[in-house]
């Protein structure tokens, strides 16, 4: 083309870019230059031979290309960032910088001119300038991952002045911007190393010591930096602080008061005043967030935090009406800022307040809530009312925080409402929160420190904290803190009630006694006082009886429910309330003519005919009692629980079951949800004889309330066996249950499962109550399988949903074999998931392990001996048959496995043999003669498939059996199975 058209510039520039590609850059440069020449004014032909200038060396050349260029474009942008760029690799550094500022000034907008520009400044030293550039691209391109980049310019400029350590200093500054903390260690490190009297270095340093919680370290490097500049206020700022996060409050607050004298700033002193709260030291708190609030004031922003903080310290030391002064304050600068929406936390504090300093007058009797059948119902000059307004107007605002619910959980507690305190814990665990129980474990940790700290309601954060303590079952501790509770209030009546519980939750009864005895000689004694500011307080009567009665001093019980008597005499629960004291005196007269009185006075109120009916029934007069119950239940014919109580009474005393259980039916009829009527009509069905209609009605029960699975341990297991009789009664054979895959869909086969269904679902509740239990988990998992479904087991989860939860248990006890008892039978369970979906290797190596932790167990050789033929490995099955044999020398099945594999090795006459002696084990088992007369059919001899046919009483397809355990005998080339 050239040859054709020697004078047109474009044939000598597609040329030259042939050469250039091919790396011929002399040719190149020739035809470049001769296309310059006949057109000298074609801008991007002097960019093309620069370039193969550059891949020459000539720079000077290259250099002036790019001059040329921008010559004849004085406003080309990238033209002066190419020539930057060659400036700087030809080290021209203070001339790439000028072509990089006019690139950025011609296109201001364009990140990359300040990344070529940052990497040139850095490249001369310049670590600010850069700084300054690369912050600037990163605002133009906040989402390109500039810093990435930063860093490598960085690294470059390190190879060039590896002993700089200014650019150490700068590229970890930038990998702390990435979140690269350790790696900006290592390079402040190197930096320091460089230049160890610099400062700056070490504060820096300690600032990501910070980031990743090496305080220690943090502080060792924050002081290097005082040091050598002893007016280093930052230094002693974050000092301050990595000494508070480690717990050393007494050296932070130096360091605080240092920088507070360079510059009395209000948020150094909030924070010192927060140091002193945690030490306890409750006036210098004060007097430092009263110098905060003043600054703010001063600087118009608003104080309300300051206010609660302030109030929080007021509290701590005793001074709660300053306390709630204070805070009320801040609920009001809250409430003229719409913005600020923090009342609800100051509402919630407020509440505490109150709570903490209410006192208690005794006035009547408590009948729900606590282990003790009565208590003392408390009323608090209005302290409580307003606790209770407060947390519930802090719920209302913001009704998704679990501390509002805590807050009056113990409110409730403290004053012996247990019923409802346990109403409001559980409330707050239905609420989202990040982490299950951590509000507990933080409101834990609250009062702790503060008890710690000095506080003047150490002895009501001891009971809080007992009461959360026993809330999450650490009975231990929660007996620590209560206590310290009654040791500081020794007339804590609740503290005793919630510390008696707590015993009995360990087993350590006696002294669980022993304090709810003292905690009824508390509520006598505020009875008593009660009596004696007023001698005709009937309601001190009736709650000092009921106290008498709880610990059986019964004398006196009936002469303070005469006194009551006597000041109201037509009062029937007066007088039913002391038949049962004379009862428990064995005064059975009089406690019947109380009781009768009772019914006279309230002759339509069915409680009276249902309390005489446990009366007669307690002193045995049965058939009385059965009539007071129906005149109960003709004036109440909705109450379940008469029903209930009759069925009790008639099933228990009398024996008449079937009477039982028409009236347990009629109470669930009531009540279709109460597990407990369940419960007790299974017993029933089960005295009567009827065991599947009683464990129906267990199944019912446990649904209901799975703690009732105690009463039931082995439910799951006879369902179980049921179900798996049931099958091996259809199949004729134990042998499909062997080897699943015959019973999962066996032609000609209708399997009803219902009872596999039950023990599952009896499994799943049974795991997810005591994810310990392995029997559960393996039968579970032969339910998997036998429904076909053994890729449950041996998948990502070793269990689907529902029984997902208790998993992570199994997979350890899979993976860790050696550390658990029963193991064997888990790694023996995977194993035949794994037989059953054809991954017969794995398969043997899981049966591998259970021998190895198992080695007596005949069912381990025996399912990995399966597992091996079934593979192929027949000669390795035999050996395992052998072993399981030697074990178990009457099971029928062993015999016929190894028979199986003889005969794929046809050693026919040996399989006939194993056979023979299978049938003399168990003669009725249809499938011993029919792979016998295979075997025979294969000597040439005459086979038994009518004593097939004969004992299969139901027509069944053996193909599947046949290609199964007989792969290598096809169903077709069998004439006798064909017909």
């Known amino acids: 083309l050239i040859e054709l058209e020697p004078n047109n510039p474009h044939r000598y520039v597609g040329r030259g870019e042939k050469y250039l590609g091919r790396g011929e850059y002399d040719l190149a440069v020739a035809d470049f230059t001769k296309a310059i020449e006949l057109d000298p004014a074609k801008s991007e032909w002097y960019i093309l031979r620069m370039a193969a200038y550059l891949e020459l060396d000539e720079f000077t050349l290259a250099i002036a290309d790019i001059s040329k260029v921008i010559e004849l474009q004085p406003d080309y942008a990238y033209g002066h960032t190419i020539r930057g760029i060659v400036y700087q690799v030809w080290s021209e550094y203070e001339l790439a910088i000028a072509d990089f500022t006019k690139a950025a000034d011609l296109e201001p907008d364009n990140f990359s001119h300040y990344m070529d520009r940052g990497h040139a400044y850095l490249l ?28 490598h310019d960085h690294t470059d400029a390190i ?49 990501r010591y910070d980031v990743i919680e090496e305080y220690e370290a943090a502080i060792a490097d924050y002081t290097s930096a005082i040091r050598l500049d002893p ?71 608003i104080p309300d935090w300051t206010y609660h903080d302030r109030a929080m310290a007021y509290h701590e030391l005793g001074n709660h009406s300053q306390a709630i002064s204070d805070i009320s304050v801040a609920i009001d600068l809250n409430l003229e800022d719409d913005d600020r929406g923090d009342e609800a936390a100051f509402y919630r504090f407020r509440a505490s307040i109150y709570r903490d300093i209410g006192e208690y007058d005794h006035s009547s009797v408590v009948l729900k809530g606590s282990s003790v059948p009565f208590g003392i119902v408390y009323q608090a000059s209005g302290q409580y009312d307003r606790a209770l307004e407060d947390f519930d107007r802090a719920i209302e605002l913001d009704p998704g925080n679990p501390f509002a619910y805590i807050g009056r959980a113990l409110l409730y507690a403290a004053i012996g409402e247990f019923g409802l305190a346990d109403h409001d814990y559980k409330r707050a665990g239905t609420v989202k929160y990040p982490i299950e129980h951590e509000y507990v474990e933080s409101a834990i940790e609250t009062y702790t420190t503060a008890i710690e700290a000095g506080s003047a ?69 505020a009875y008593t006082r009660a009596l004696e500011l007023n001698p005709n307080d009937l309601d001190s009567y009736v709650g000092r009886a009921e106290a008498h009665r709880f610990i059986g001093n019964n004398k006196l019980a009936v002469e303070d429910y005469t006194h009551a008597i006597e000041l109201d005499p037509n009062n029937p629960d007066l007088y039913a309330d002391r ?62 629980y008469l029903y209930y109580d009759r069925a009790t009474l008639s099933h228990h005393e009398l024996g008449r079951y079937q009477e039982a259980i028409e009236d347990y039916t009629r109470a669930i009829e009531l009540e279709p949800d109460n597990a407990q009527f369940y419960q007790d009509r299974g017993v029933a069905y089960e005295a009567a004889g009827d065991d599947v209609r009683a464990m129906e009605d267990y199944l019912t029960a446990i649904l209901l309330d799975q703690d009732l699975i105690d009463l039931h341990p082995n439910l799951g297991n006879l369902s179980f066996q049921r179900a798996l009789d049931q099958g091996i009664a259809i199949t004729g054979s134990e042998l499909p249950w062997l080897i699943p895959g015959l019973a999962s869909s066996p032609p000609g086969i209708e399997v009803d499962l219902v009872d596999f269904v039950d023990a599952f679902t009896f499994y799943e509740i049974l795991l997810q109550t005591d994810h310990t239990n392995i029997p559960a988990y393996v039968s579970t998992a032969h339910i998997f399988i036998w429904y076909g479904e053994a890729g449950a087991i041996t998948g990502d989860s070793i269990y689907p949903e529902p029984v997902h939860p208790a998993s992570a248990y199994f997979e350890d006890v899979y993976n860790n074999p050696e550390v658990y008892e029963d193991s064997a039978s888990v790694l023996a369970i995977v194993g035949k998931a794994l037989r059953e979906t054809d991954d017969y290797d794995r398969a043997i190596a899981d049966f591998d392990r259970a021998i190895q932790l198992d080695p007596k167990s005949p069912l381990h050789y025996r399912d990995r001996g399966i597992a091996l033929y079934l593979n192929g490995d027949y000669d390795e099955a035999i050996a ?76 069944y397809d053996i193909g599947l059996a046949l290609n199964l355990l007989l792969p290598a005998v096809p169903v077709e080339e069998s004439q006798t199975a064909a017909d």
């Open 457 to 525: 309601n150490a002895g009501r954060y001891h009971f809080y904290v007992g009461y959360l303590y026993f809330k999450l079952g650490a009975y231990e501790l929660a007996l620590d803190s209560l206590t310290h509770a009654v040791e500081l209030d020794p007339y804590n009546e609740v503290a005793y009630r919630l510390r008696a519980d707590a015993y009995l939750n360990i087993g350590k009864y006696q002294l669980g006694v022993a304090d709810f005895a003292r905690a009824t000689e508390l509520i006598i004694e």
């Open 579 to 640: 038949a049962w004291a004379y009862y428990q005196l064995d005064q059975y007269g009089r406690a019947s003519s109380d009781n009768l009185k009772a019914i006279t006075l309230d002759p339509d109120n069915p409680e009276r005919y249902d309390d005489r009916a446990r009366m007669l029934w307690q002193m045995g007069n049965i058939e009385a009692a059965q009539t007071s119950y129906g005149r109960a239940i003709e004036l109440d014919p909705d109450d379940p």
């Open 159 to 207: 190879e060039h002045s590896p002993d700089n350590a200014a650019l150490y200093g700068s590229r970890a500054y930038f990998y702390h911007l990435i979140g690269e903390n350790e790696q900006a260690i290592l390079d402040y490190t190197h930096a320091i190393e460089l230049d160890p009297d610099n400062p700056e270095l070490y504060y820096l340093r300690a600032r």
């Open 880 to 955: 395992d048959f052998d072993i399981a044999i030697s074990i178990l020398p009457d099971d029928a099945y062993l015999y016929l496995f190894r028979a199986l594999a003889y005969h794929m090795k046809e050693e026919h006459r040996r399989a006939v043999a194993d056979y023979e002696r299978a049938i003399a084990i168990n003669p009725d088992d249809p499938y011993f003669h029919f792979f016998r007369s295979v075997s025979l059919e294969a000597l040439g001899e005459q086979n038994d498939y009518e004593k097939y046919f004969a004992l299969l009483e139901d027509e």
């Open 124 to 151: 001369i030293g310049d670590v600010e300038r850069a700084k300054e550039d690369y912050h600037h691209a990163d605002s133009l391109e906040p989402d390109g991952n500039i810093y990435l980049t930063v860093i």
């Open 231 to 301: 007016d280093y206020r930052g230094a002693y700022y974050w000092r301050a602080w990595a000494y508070d996060a480690i717990g050393e409050y007494a050296a932070a607050i130096p360091d605080f008061t240092k920088v507070i004298e360079q510059d009395p700033d209000d948020i150094v002193y909030y924070n010192r005043a927060s140091t002193y709260f945690t030490m306890g030291e409750y006036d210098l708190a004060i007097a430092d967030y009263t110098t905060v609030i003043a600054l703010e004031l001063e600087d118009d922003e």
